[in-house]
């Protein structure tokens, strides 16, 4: 078999070593376009690669109900349409919260079971005052 021949054969060393090189240059041509990438990114201006920062005190994204309506935004109307008594108010002010919010932080459950709570302590409440009242 001449030289010609085994270069020209499928499985021949040569070949194998031909699809290596390209293999290798494939992976540098691609490295060196990872690297073009990166100066480009590097390059941008840093507030187009920051993320909008939270705020988690003022307006935290669990808290946000719907339509850009905050939960506090909510509460606030219900309370003061409903006119109830500070007491009255912060649990029923719980309930909502709880519900507007369920599943936001991750445990649907629990929020329920919160909400559950406050709802049952406004509903002893208001059966007291009512038993009171029938007096």
């Known amino acids: 078999m001449s030289e010609s021949e ?23 041509d691609a490295a060196a376009k990872r690297e073009e990438l990166w ?23 669990h808290y ?19 006119m109830l008594d500070p007491v009255d108010a912060y649990n029923y002010g719980q309930v909502l919260k709880y519900l507007l919010r369920c599943g936001c932080k991750g445990n649907m459950l629990q929020d329920l079971r919160k909400s559950q709570f406050y709802l ?12 009171h009242n029938d007096i």
Do not use: C, H
């Not at 085994?6 to 070593?17: A, E, F, I």
């Not at 850009?68 to 309370?79: M, Q, R, S, T």
């Open 39 to 61: 100066k480009e990114i590097t390059d941008m201006p840093t507030a187009s690669l920051k993320k909008e920062k939270v705020d988690m005190v003022n307006k935290p994204p």
């Open 64 to 82: 946000e109900f719907a339509f850009g309506l905050e939960v506090i935004d909510v509460i606030d109307k219900a309370i003061e349409k409903n």
């Open 6 to 28: 085994r270069k020209d054969w499928p499985g021949s060393v040569y070949s194998m070593m031909a699809g290596n090189f390209l293999g290798i240059q494939e992976m540098l």
């Open 120 to 131: 049952n302590r406004l509903i002893d409440i208001i059966e007291e005052e009512t038993k």
